[in-house]
């Protein structure tokens, strides 16, 4: 694989550094750019995420080592080797995480079950806050700085988006009701400051298992800034994945979090942002049914805010 390692090789790899002769490996489908295995172990498991770029891991450990020191429920660093000199990716090896993500949990959860994983998330969120602040915005590992000098530049570079999708009239709809809105809420992005926050925490790297929570998974990066943007992800993610009738998730972040009136306009409109760079990035693969209700979903977080 070109930005990993293939399933002989991971077998390989695991027993000459665990010492313990692998029963199987199963390929992860999620992973961004890094292809990850599931692999099996008697008596445990463990996960092996590679990539062919070592930056990528670079701060993972340092990461992963600062959150376990404030208590978060994060995997355990068994091994790791960013060379290159024995395969041809790096690598890290992990402890797995009994469960699953949140996204094919959550329509099972009893409304007390939602309220206790809320409750959760925003007690972790609220850890991380207390690291230092970055010296900018955005996408960095802990300690690191960030891409952009303002967060109203970081909510305007991604509601530009990502990439190239052609300009359809819903996406291009949206794109315009959004860049007509952002200007009310210029006094909340010029107060934001880079507080230190788990940007993906969301329906996906949240681990569990029977409605409980298990563990956090996945932090290469963190992000500095402002927290309320992964509540808006985790919105569009639920109404991506789960479905609108899952929402109630979200109102427990949002009453977690105690946010009043104006704070829920900014996770609605961070919302709609990441409704929008769904669109632009997977409606290729999904279906008209997928396509709609993330128009809609968008257009219903935006009505308030014109």
Excluded at 88 to 96: G, Q, S, V
Excluded at 100 to 126: H, K, N, P, S
Excluded at 158 to 163: I, P
């Amino acid at each position: 694989m070109a930005s990993g390692l293939d399933t002989r090789q991971v077998l390989e790899l695991v027993s000459a550094v665990l010492g313990a002769e692998p029963l199987g490996a199963a390929h992860l489908p999620f992973g961004h750019s890094s292809v990850s295995y599931d692999v099996a172990l008697p008596g445990r498991n463990v996960i092996v995420r590679t990539n062919a770029r070592p930056e990528v891991f670079a701060r993972t450990g340092h990461n992963l080592a600062i959150l376990a020191g404030l208590g978060l429920p994060v995997p355990r660093l068994l091994a790791a080797d960013l060379t290159k000199s024995r395969y041809p990716a790096a690598y890290l090896i992990l402890d797995k995480i009994p469960g699953r993500d949140l996204r094919y949990e959550l329509a099972g959860m009893t409304a007390a079950q939602m309220t206790r994983l809320a409750g959760w998330i925003v007690a972790f969120q609220r850890r991380v806050a207390t690291l230092p602040p970055g010296a900018a915005f955005g996408w960095a590992p802990i300690g690191g700085r960030g891409p952009f000098p303002s967060w109203e530049g970081l909510i305007r570079s991604e509601l530009r988006g990502r990439a190239g999708r052609p300009q359809e009239a819903a996406i291009a709809d949206l794109t315009a009701r959004l860049e007509r809105a952002l200007p009310r809420f210029a006094p909340h992005f010029a107060g934001v400051r880079p507080g230190c926050f788990l940007d993906d925490v969301t329906i996906k790297n949240v681990i569990v298992q029977a409605g409980e929570l298990q563990g956090l998974i996945d932090f290469d990066c963190v992000c500095y800034g402002d927290p309320l943007y992964t509540v808006g992800l985790t919105a569009a993610g639920v109404v991506s994945d789960v479905g609108l009738h899952e929402l109630f998730y979200v109102e427990e972040l949002c009453r977690c979090w105690g946010l009043d009136g104006r704070h829920r306009q900014i996770v609605a409109l961070y919302s709609a942002l990441h409704a929008l760079n769904f669109l632009r990035q997977f409606t290729a693969g999904e279906t008209a049914e997928w396509t709609q209700r993330m128009v809609e979903a968008a257009r219903q977080w935006l009505a308030p805010l014109e």
